[in-house]
């Protein structure tokens, strides 16, 4: 991934964004919100080694699937709540914002609760033995 590309896409964006926020705010946010979800779906095309590798690495150390499933899961969760989040506050909404981000963490808390499940398992196991 070319670290220059997105910088440049980004800022072009944002420039473009500034100057028809003059005229037509409502476009303007939509040319962030655009913006954002491409840019996103290219940093996530360009992320399959990154899987390919935390797979293989799992394997070769017999990591339970579950936990890199968590792992994953929750950054993806995260990204769309920062997106999102962004794009809100960009909408001049941080309430709004606020509340997005609130929902993604409880999001990821919900996803490792049966982690949770197994850690307190682990701890009563340690304890009786």
């Known amino acids: 991934m070319d670290m220059l590309h997105i910088a440049g896409i980004a800022v072009t964006v944002a420039s473009f964004a500034v100057l028809l926020r003059q005229y037509r705010k409502e476009y303007a946010m939509?040319?962030?919100?655009?913006?954002?979800?491409?840019?996103?779906?290219?940093?996530?095309?360009?992320?399959?080694?990154?899987?390919?590798?935390?797979?293989?690495?799992?394997?070769?150390?017999h990591i339970n699937k579950t936990y890199v499933s968590v792992l994953i899961?929750?950054?993806?969760?995260?990204?769309?709540t920062q997106l999102a989040a962004d794009t809100?506050?960009?909408?001049?909404e941080t309430?709004?914002?606020?509340?997005?981000?609130m929902a993604g963490?409880?999001?990821?808390?919900?996803?490792?609760?049966?982690?949770?499940?197994q850690v307190a398992e682990l701890a009563v196991g340690l304890l009786a033995g």
Request: proline fraction near 3%.
């Open 105 to 117: 963490k409880f999001a990821v808390l919900l996803i490792a609760l049966p982690l949770f499940g």
């Open 73 to 80: 899961k929750s950054l993806g969760i995260c990204f769309v």
């Open 88 to 92: 809100c506050r960009d909408a001049g």
């Open 30 to 61: 939509l040319l962030g919100l655009t913006a954002g979800v491409l840019l996103f779906g290219l940093i996530l095309s360009k992320a399959t080694p990154i899987f390919t590798e935390l797979n293989h690495l799992t394997t070769q150390a």
């Open 95 to 101: 309430a709004v914002a606020g509340k997005v981000e």
